[in-house]
T-cell receptor, first 117, second 114 residues
Framework: GAVVSQHPSWVICKSGTSVKIECRSLDFQATTMFWYRQFPKQSLMLMAT?????????EQGVEKDKFLINHASLTLSTLTVTSAHPEDSSFYICSARPPAGPNYGYTFGSGTRLTVV | AQSVTQLDSHVSVSEGTPVLLRCNYSSSYSPSLFWYVQHPNKGLQLLLK??????LVKGINGFEAEFKKSETSFHLTKPSAHMSDAAEYFC????????????FGAGTRLAVHP
C-alpha cells in the first residue's frame, strides 16, 4: 500500500512550451503533497507544498507563476512548468504521506526527468 | 532550526563488508528521522524511520540505524554489503507531528565493489 504514482517518468520539450507533471496517491487520500526538485548529484530541494482545495505554499526563491501547482482532488496534484527554459531541466519528484499517523514515512513518486531543449 | 549533516559524500566498500553511513541532525524539537535510498533516475524508497519509540530501528534489506540523542546522530549500518546496495542514501529529519517539511541531508553515494 501507500503508493504514489508520478507521470510522465521523462519528458522532453521545446523552450517556451509548458509541461504538466501529475502526482497521484493510488491507495490513500492525500490532502497535502510535496514537490521537490533535484539537480544532478545533489539532494532534494522542496519547491512547494500542495494543499487540496487551496493555494500551494511555495518555498523562498521558487517562482509561483513559473511552477503552477493544482491540487484539485484528494488523490491528484499537478505541477505545470510554464514557458520552460533549459535551466528548468531537472528531476522533479513528488511525495505524500499516508494518513497512518503523524510520523509515518513519506512516500515518493518515481520522479520525472524534464529536459528542455 | 532543523538541519541534517551527512558526514560523507561518498562511501566505498567491498561486497560482504559492513556499511556505515553517518548522519548528524540538529533540531529544536523531538525529531522524526528517516533514511531513504535512491537508485539512479528513480524516486526515493523508505529504508527505516525513527519516531521516538525504540532507539535501534530495523529497516528493510538488512539496514538498521541507532538514534543517539546525546550525540545527535542517526547513523545507518548494514552488517554485510550487497552489490544491489549501491545507490544514493539520504538522511532526513522532520518535526514531530503534522505535515511538516522534510529536511534532506546532502546525500551519501554508496559504491560496492566485488
Amino acid at each position: 500500500g501507500a503508493v504514489v504514482s508520478q507521470h510522465p517518468s521523462w519528458v522532453i520539450c521545446k523552450s517556451g512550451t509548458s509541461v504538466k507533471i501529475e502526482c497521484r496517491s493510488l491507495d490513500f487520500q492525500a490532502t497535502t503533497m510535496f514537490w521537490y526538485r533535484q539537480f544532478p548529484k545533489q539532494s532534494l530541494m522542496l519547491m512547494a507544498t500542495s494543499n487540496e482545495g487551496s493555494k500551494a505554499t511555495y518555498e523562498q526563491g521558487v517562482e509561483k507563476d513559473k511552477f503552477l501547482i493544482n491540487h484539485a482532488s484528494l488523490t491528484l496534484s499537478t505541477l505545470t512548468v510554464t514557458s520552460a527554459h533549459p535551466e528548468d531541466s531537472s528531476f522533479y519528484i513528488c511525495s505524500a504521506r499516508p494518513p497512518a499517523g503523524p510520523n509515518y514515512g513519506y512516500t515518493f513518486g518515481s520522479g520525472t526527468r524534464l529536459t528542455v531543449v | 532550526a532543523q538541519s541534517v549533516t551527512q558526514l560523507d559524500s561518498h562511501v566505498s566498500v567491498s561486497e560482504g563488508t559492513p556499511v556505515l553511513l553517518r548522519c548528524n541532525y540538529s533540531s529544536s524539537y523531538s525529531p522524526s528521522l528517516f533514511w531513504y535510498v535512491q537508485h539512479p533516475n528513480k524516486g526515493l524508497q523508505l529504508l527505516l524511520k525513527y519516531t521516538s519509540a525504540a532507539t535501534l530501528v530495523k529497516g528493510i534489506n538488512g539496514f538498521e540505524a541507532e538514534f543517539k540523542k546525546s550525540e545527535t546522530s542517526f547513523h545507518l549500518t548494514k552488517p554485510s554489503a550487497h552489490m544491489s546496495d549501491a545507490a544514493e542514501y539520504f538522511c532526513v529529519v522532520s518535526l514531530s507531528g503534522g505535515y511538516n517539511k522534510l529536511i534532506f541531508g546532502a546525500g551519501t553515494r554508496l559504491a560496492v565493489h566485488p
